[in-house]
């Protein structure tokens, strides 16, 4: 018969499922953006710059 793991076996074991857990959703989280972008915001602009900052000195 095969023995349960114990210990740090189930805790390195626990600890992989969890990376890998995490892994998936930020795969998930990567795939879902680039297949539905969010919008972009716009707003109109608010401020004139002068002319002179654009001179030669």
């Not at 349960?4 to 990376?19: S, V």
């Amino acid at each position: 018969m095969a023995s349960q793991p114990h210990g740090k076996e189930m805790m390195g074991r626990l600890a992989l499922i969890l990376i890998a857990a995490l892994l998936g959703l930020a795969a998930a989280g990567a795939v879902m953006v680039g297949l539905f972008p969010p919008e972009p915001r716009q707003a109109p602009v608010e401020r004139v710059l002068p002319a002179e900052r654009f001179g030669t000195r």
